[in-house]
Protein backbone atom coordinates (compact mmCIF):
# COMPACT_ATOMS: atom_id res chain seq x y z
CA UNK A 1 0.00 0.00 0.00
CA UNK A 2 0.72 3.65 -0.84
CA UNK A 3 1.20 5.79 2.16
CA UNK A 4 -1.43 8.50 1.03
CA UNK A 5 -3.85 5.05 1.15
CA UNK A 6 -2.60 3.96 4.75
CA UNK A 7 -3.99 7.59 5.74
CA UNK A 8 -6.82 7.41 3.93
CA UNK A 9 -7.31 4.02 5.91
CA UNK A 10 -6.20 5.64 9.09
CA UNK A 11 -8.35 8.69 8.74
CA UNK A 12 -11.39 6.37 7.92
CA UNK A 13 -11.21 4.10 10.88
CA UNK A 14 -10.47 7.32 13.12
CA UNK A 15 -13.95 8.89 12.13
CA UNK A 16 -15.68 5.67 13.12
CA UNK A 17 -14.94 5.40 16.77
CA UNK A 18 -11.96 6.50 19.05
CA UNK A 19 -8.62 5.42 18.59
CA UNK A 20 -5.13 6.19 20.61
CA UNK A 21 -1.70 6.90 18.99
CA UNK A 22 -0.72 3.24 20.21
CA UNK A 23 -3.76 1.32 18.28
CA UNK A 24 -3.07 3.61 15.13
CA UNK A 25 0.70 3.06 15.30
CA UNK A 26 0.27 -0.98 15.70
CA UNK A 27 -2.12 -0.76 12.57
CA UNK A 28 -0.25 1.45 10.33
CA UNK A 29 2.94 -1.08 11.16
CA UNK A 30 0.58 -4.00 10.21
CA UNK A 31 0.77 -2.48 6.84
CA UNK A 32 3.67 -1.70 6.69
CA UNK A 33 6.85 -1.01 7.32
CA UNK A 34 8.24 1.69 5.37
CA UNK A 35 6.00 4.33 5.88
CA UNK A 36 6.50 6.87 9.17
CA UNK A 37 4.10 6.29 11.49
CA UNK A 38 4.77 8.75 13.50
CA UNK A 39 4.25 11.52 10.87
CA UNK A 40 1.17 10.24 10.00
CA UNK A 41 -0.37 10.07 13.79
CA UNK A 42 1.06 13.86 13.80
CA UNK A 43 -0.99 14.43 10.63
CA UNK A 44 -3.60 12.78 11.92
CA UNK A 45 -3.51 14.63 15.47
CA UNK A 46 -3.46 17.99 13.58
CA UNK A 47 -6.47 17.40 11.66
CA UNK A 48 -8.53 15.78 14.83
CA UNK A 49 -9.24 12.70 13.90
CA UNK A 50 -6.61 11.50 17.13
CA UNK A 51 -7.10 12.76 20.16
CA UNK A 52 -5.84 11.39 23.14
CA UNK A 53 -8.14 13.08 25.31
CA UNK A 54 -11.12 12.12 23.73
CA UNK A 55 -10.58 8.92 23.68
CA UNK A 56 -9.51 8.68 26.98
CA UNK A 57 -13.10 9.93 27.89
CA UNK A 58 -14.67 7.52 25.75
CA UNK A 59 -12.35 4.50 27.23
CA UNK A 60 -13.85 5.50 30.94
CA UNK A 61 -16.95 5.69 29.99
CA UNK A 62 -17.41 2.54 27.88
CA UNK A 63 -15.14 0.15 30.48
CA UNK A 64 -17.47 2.28 33.69
CA UNK A 65 -20.42 2.09 32.37
CA UNK A 66 -20.78 -0.83 29.98
CA UNK A 67 -17.97 -3.61 30.83
CA UNK A 68 -18.58 -2.38 34.55
CA UNK A 69 -14.90 -1.94 35.35
CA UNK A 70 -13.29 -0.38 38.26
CA UNK A 71 -11.11 3.12 38.33
CA UNK A 72 -8.13 0.54 38.96
CA UNK A 73 -8.39 -1.66 36.02
CA UNK A 74 -9.35 1.58 33.78
CA UNK A 75 -6.26 3.07 35.42
CA UNK A 76 -4.16 0.30 34.40
CA UNK A 77 -5.72 -0.31 30.88
CA UNK A 78 -4.92 3.38 29.45
CA UNK A 79 -1.61 3.33 30.87
CA UNK A 80 -0.64 0.36 28.76
CA UNK A 81 -1.93 2.11 26.20
CA UNK A 82 0.54 5.17 26.54
CA UNK A 83 -1.72 7.91 27.86
CA UNK A 84 0.18 10.05 29.73
CA UNK A 85 -0.63 10.63 33.48
CA UNK A 86 -2.40 13.81 32.85
CA UNK A 87 -5.08 12.89 30.50
CA UNK A 88 -5.69 9.57 32.65
CA UNK A 89 -6.80 11.57 35.12
CA UNK A 90 -8.93 14.14 33.62
CA UNK A 91 -10.79 11.28 32.14
CA UNK A 92 -11.14 9.55 35.12
CA UNK A 93 -12.93 12.55 36.52
CA UNK A 94 -16.02 11.32 34.30
CA UNK A 95 -16.65 8.69 36.91
CA UNK A 96 -18.87 9.26 39.49
CA UNK A 97 -18.05 7.49 42.74
CA UNK A 98 -21.89 6.70 43.37
CA UNK A 99 -22.74 5.34 40.44
CA UNK A 100 -19.60 3.58 40.84
CA UNK A 101 -20.55 1.81 44.18
CA UNK A 102 -23.96 1.44 43.04
CA UNK A 103 -22.75 -0.52 39.96
CA UNK A 104 -20.37 -2.31 42.09
CA UNK A 105 -23.30 -3.72 44.33
CA UNK A 106 -25.24 -4.72 41.53
CA UNK A 107 -22.27 -6.92 40.51
CA UNK A 108 -21.77 -8.53 43.77
CA UNK A 109 -25.54 -9.35 44.29
CA UNK A 110 -25.70 -11.20 40.70
CA UNK A 111 -21.93 -12.64 42.14
CA UNK A 112 -23.60 -13.91 45.50
CA UNK A 113 -26.50 -15.26 43.67
CA UNK A 114 -24.14 -17.76 41.70
CA UNK A 115 -21.92 -18.86 44.70
CA UNK A 116 -22.56 -22.41 46.42
CA UNK A 117 -19.89 -22.24 49.12
CA UNK A 118 -21.23 -23.07 53.04
CA UNK A 119 -20.08 -20.47 54.77
CA UNK A 120 -20.46 -16.88 54.86
CA UNK A 121 -16.83 -16.56 54.98
CA UNK A 122 -16.24 -18.45 51.90
CA UNK A 123 -18.84 -16.20 50.11
CA UNK A 124 -17.19 -12.98 51.44
CA UNK A 125 -13.72 -13.41 50.56
CA UNK A 126 -15.14 -14.88 46.86
CA UNK A 127 -17.29 -11.46 46.21
CA UNK A 128 -14.88 -9.40 47.33
CA UNK A 129 -11.92 -11.35 45.07
CA UNK A 130 -14.12 -10.90 42.64
CA UNK A 131 -14.89 -7.11 43.33
CA UNK A 132 -11.01 -6.36 43.09
CA UNK A 133 -10.26 -8.32 40.10
CA UNK A 134 -13.00 -6.29 38.35
CA UNK A 135 -11.02 -3.22 39.78
CA UNK A 136 -12.44 -1.83 42.52
CA UNK A 137 -10.51 -1.25 46.20
CA UNK A 138 -10.61 -3.54 48.70
CA UNK A 139 -12.61 -0.68 50.64
CA UNK A 140 -15.48 -0.32 48.36
CA UNK A 141 -15.66 -3.96 47.68
CA UNK A 142 -15.91 -5.09 51.62
CA UNK A 143 -18.22 -1.81 52.01
CA UNK A 144 -20.38 -3.21 49.90
CA UNK A 145 -20.26 -6.59 51.29
CA UNK A 146 -20.91 -6.16 54.81
CA UNK A 147 -24.75 -4.69 53.08
CA UNK A 148 -25.34 -8.26 51.38
CA UNK A 149 -24.00 -11.01 53.86
Known sequence: MTE???YNRMMALCSR???CRSDIAAKIAALS???DAGKMIEKLCAEK???ENRYA????RDKSRLAGWGEAKIRYALQ????DKETIAGAMDEIDPQEQMERLAKLMQAKA???KTATSEEKRAKLIRFAVSRGFTYAQ???ICKEII
Not at 57 to 60: P, Q
Not at 80 to 83: H, M, Q, T, V
Open 57 to 60: AAFV
Open 80 to 83: RKGL
Open 49 to 51: FLD
Open 113 to 115: RTL
Open 141 to 143: AAE
Open 33 to 35: EDV
Open 17 to 19: REY
Open 4 to 6: EQI
